[in-house]
């Protein structure tokens, strides 16, 4: 089977430009969940959904938004990129909402020069 | 103060040694707990749950005390693939929150 999907794989973009990234979950689960890792540090939450609902946010501004598709499928859009938000973003999947172990793609390294 | 602390080492240690990691979380309302593998610029990767009883799992065994707010990982005979970083993880309804991470390398 396959596992969380993650495109693209490497991005660079310029500050104050937009950028969409995309993650599939493993099939059958319906939770996805975005986080940040900047380098030297454990991965940051940003957002979670679960059946097309936001049903948790992390401590990001509002440039940050998501949303989930019918089929699970999720986006994950930051505007106004600073040079700040250069990381690892990684998308995780798991079965349902709550306290779940998550399973995680291999993620996007976003590069804002 | 952090939600989750770990010590970041980095941790060296000879193949075939014991190594224990240990990390404390601030939330005593967290629901579960894990550890995840993470190599170099690679994606986090479940290595067990943690539950209150202690659990074992081949090499590697880990265990929860709720009331020190603290949980723990060992490995038993170190093998050079277990080089990594390895994060300690809480759950608190939705959200996963993250130790930084402790740095293990195993030597030859």
């Known amino acids: 089977d396959a596992g969380v999907t993650q495109s693209p794989t490497h991005l660079i973009k310029t500050r104050g430009q937009h950028v969409t990234l995309r993650c599939s979950p493993i099939?059958?689960?319906?939770?996805v969940s975005w986080y940040q890792q900047v380098l030297g540090q454990g991965p940051q939450f940003i957002f979670q959904?679960?059946?097309?609902?936001?049903?948790g946010r992390g401590n990001f501004p509002d440039r940050f938004s998501a949303r989930q598709f019918p089929n699970y499928s999720s986006e994950l859009n930051v505007n106004a990129l600073l040079l700040g938000d250069s990381a690892l973003y990684l998308c995780?999947?798991?079965?349902?909402?709550?306290?779940?172990?998550?399973?995680f793609g291999p993620g996007t390294r976003l590069t804002v020069t | 103060r952090k939600e989750v602390e770990q010590d970041p080492g980095p941790f060296n240690v000879p193949e075939g040694a014991t190594v224990a990691f240990n990390c404390t979380y601030s939330?005593?309302?967290?629901?579960?707990f894990f550890w995840y593998r993470q190599d170099c610029r690679k994606e986090p990767k479940l290595l067990m749950s943690?539950?209150?009883s202690g659990n074992e799992d081949g090499r590697f065994t880990a265990q929860l005390n709720r009331a020190s707010q603290y949980i723990s990982l060992l490995i038993r005979d170190s093998k050079l693939s277990d080089s990594a970083t390895y994060l300690c993880v809480v759950n608190d309804g939705y959200a996963l929150n993250f130790g930084k991470g402790t740095s293990l390398l195993v030597t030859p």
């Open positions: 995780a999947s798991s079965p349902g909402q709550g306290a779940h172990e998550q399973y």
């Open positions: 939330n005593s309302a967290s629901q579960s």
């Open positions: 943690v539950y209150s």
């Open positions: 959904y679960y059946e097309k609902e936001e049903r």
């Open positions: 099939s059958g689960h319906k939770s």
